[in-house]
Nanobody, 123 residues
Framework: QVQLVESGGGLVQAGGSLRLSCAASGRAINSYYIGWFRQAPGKEREFVATITWSGWSTSYADSVKGRFTISRDNAKNTVYLQMNNLKPEDTAVYYC????????????????WGQGTQVTVSS
């Protein structure tokens, strides 16, 4: 069993920055790949970024490349999503999720999910 808890969401103006955190705990947590997803009202959940627990490999959605950075701190069992140059279209609930199925952009590949944190970007 894996537990994931997100934090760091909030309200920010366009062009601003936020850093989301995903605190992970549970059995064999170091064997899990962690992904960030987001879901806006009326839309499907979409992939944002993912990282191996070692941090050697990452993957990003095209819409966030160059603006968002995923990273991890193994000592704290925490994965971060640094979001810069935020746009109104980034407004969504952001979720972190865990999988052992490799770097994967499909929500269906993830077995464990956090409760989500709201990010709102005003224009």
């Amino acid at each position: 069993q894996v537990q994931l808890v997100e934090s760091g969401g909030g309200l920010v103006q366009a062009g601003g920055s936020l850093r989301l955190s995903c605190a992970a705990s549970g059995r064999a947590i170091n064997s899990y790949y962690i992904g960030w997803f987001r879901q806006a009202p009326g839309k499907e959940r979409e992939f944002v970024a993912t990282i191996t627990w070692s941090g050697w490999s990452t993957s990003y959605a095209d819409s966030v490349k160059g603006r968002f950075t995923i990273s991890r701190d193994n000592a704290k069992n925490t994965v971060y999503l640094q979001m810069n140059n935020l746009k109104p279209e980034d407004t969504a609930v952001y979720y972190c999720a865990g999988t052992q199925r490799g770097l994967n952009s499909s929500p269906r590949a993830y077995d464990y999910w956090g409760q989500g944190t709201q990010v709102t970007v005003s224009s």
